[in-house]
Structure formats: C-alpha cells, structure tokens
C-alpha cells in the first residue's frame, strides 16, 4: 500500500497504473483492487522472476514513456514530473534515470546511491549544480560495466526503445534491469541523470 500511495501521490498527475500481481500469496491483489479504476491489476501465476511480470505490464501499458516501480520501493513525490520534464528539454533521449536512496527498517542509507559509484559520482560532480548529465551509450555501457548504478525503479524510459530490444529477458533473472542495456539498440545519448 505504501508503495501504491507513493505513486499516486505524485506530483505529476497524467499516469497510467498498472500492477501485475505474480502470483503473490499475500493479499498484494486485494489492495490493489481497493483502489478501484485508479489502478489495473492483472493477476497471473508466479513467472519465478521479475522480467514476465515487467514485460506482462508494458504490454498493457498505453503510454510512451514507462516507468517501472517494485512493490518495496517507494517513489519520491517530484520524480515522475522530474523525468517527464528532462525528456521535454532532451527529446533525443531513450533513458532518464534518478539517484536513489536505499533503506531499511531502521531508516534510509547515509549516501545516495550515486555516491557509492565512484566512475559516475566523478563525472557527476563536474556538473553545475542545475546541469543536466547526459551519457553516451558507449561511456554509460563502460560505468556500468565496472559499477551497477541503475535500479530498474529509477528509470524512465521511452516504450519503443524497450519494446525495440524484445523487453525484459526472463532468462537472466535477476540481472534483467541492467542487461536491457546492452542488449538494446538505444539512440544516442543513452543515459541522463539530474545530480
């Protein structure tokens, strides 16, 4: 539910929810039913990893641009409406992805994620402030060969670049997210990122 409310509680507000339930056995599915037509939920069987259930969702989805969110994650309010944003003033992009912090049950990380990436926190921290970051596939695919800086719940992403690369691959499990890159055949720039 917190999960849920994070997303619908975004700033920006012309957003398509889809929740594909994978075989949960908790009651994931009733929850997202209570919110009735602001949410579809496709329930299905467990498909054992996370890339069917990504690939189920963007099947359904009607939207250009997709983001794809995990159920214990929870979305920072201005971050759809950021990324939406960085698209408008970056048209060429395929990928606009976010900083993250990590958390648990006692609280958030001290550090952001960027911040444990040493290859791109050094890139990043020669931009001003108000720039905006942007990285050729041929220097994003080197960072992140050497440093994972990419969630899959941090991406936004133009539908036809995923769909272009076949979506997710469910044979890579749990890797999915970050092999998407490689495989796909991304314009350039491929990567933008706001510090």
Same mark, same amino acid.
């Given at each position: 539910r917190a999960t849920l409310e994070?997303?619908?509680?975004?700033?920006?507000?012309?957003?398509?929810?889809?929740?594909?339930?994978?075989?949960?056995?908790?009651?994931?599915?009733?929850? &997202?039913?209570?919110?009735?037509?602001?949410?579809?939920?496709?329930?299905?069987?467990?498909?054992?990893?996370?890339?069917?259930?990504?690939?189920?969702?963007?099947?359904?989805?009607?939207?250009?641009?997709?983001?794809?969110?995990?159920?214990?994650?929870?979305?920072?309010?201005?971050?759809?409406?950021?990324?939406?944003?960085?698209?408008?003033?970056?048209?060429?992009?395929?990928?606009?992805?976010?900083?993250?912090?990590?958390?648990? &049950?006692?609280?958030?990380?001290?550090?952001?994620?960027?911040?444990?990436?040493?290859?791109?926190?050094?890139?990043?921290?020669?931009?001003?402030?108000?720039?905006?970051?942007?990285?050729?596939?041929?220097?994003?695919?080197?960072?992140?060969?050497?440093?994972?800086?990419?969630?899959?719940?941090?991406?936004?992403?133009r539908k036809e670049i995923v769909e272009s690369c076949?979506?997710?691959?469910?044979? &890579?499990?749990?890797?999915?997210?970050?092999?998407?890159?490689?495989?796909?055949?991304?314009?350039?720039?491929?990567?933008?990122?706001?510090?």
């Amino acid at each position: 539910r917190a999960t849920l409310e994070s997303i619908l509680n975004q700033s920006y507000n012309n957003l398509e929810i889809i929740v594909v339930d994978d075989g949960s056995s908790d009651d994931s599915a009733s929850v &997202v039913r209570s919110y009735g037509s602001k949410i579809r939920c496709i329930s299905q069987l467990s498909s054992g990893n996370a890339a069917v259930p990504r690939n189920v969702g963007l099947g359904s989805s009607r939207g250009d641009l997709i983001a794809f969110f995990d159920a214990d994650d929870l979305m920072q309010r201005d971050k759809i409406e950021l990324q939406v944003a960085f698209f408008k003033r970056h048209p060429q992009l395929s990928v606009s992805l976010t900083d993250y912090i990590n958390f648990s &049950v006692t609280g958030e990380f001290d550090r952001s994620h960027f911040m444990t990436c040493r290859n791109l926190f050094a890139i990043l921290q020669n931009q001003l402030p108000a720039e905006d970051c942007i990285l050729e596939p041929k220097l994003a695919r080197c960072i992140l060969t050497r440093e994972n800086f990419a969630i899959t719940s941090s991406l936004l992403l133009r539908k036809e670049i995923v769909e272009s690369c076949g979506g997710f691959d469910p044979k &890579v499990a749990p890797s999915e997210g970050i092999l998407l890159f490689p495989r796909g055949s991304f314009p350039s720039p491929l990567f933008a990122a706001r510090f």
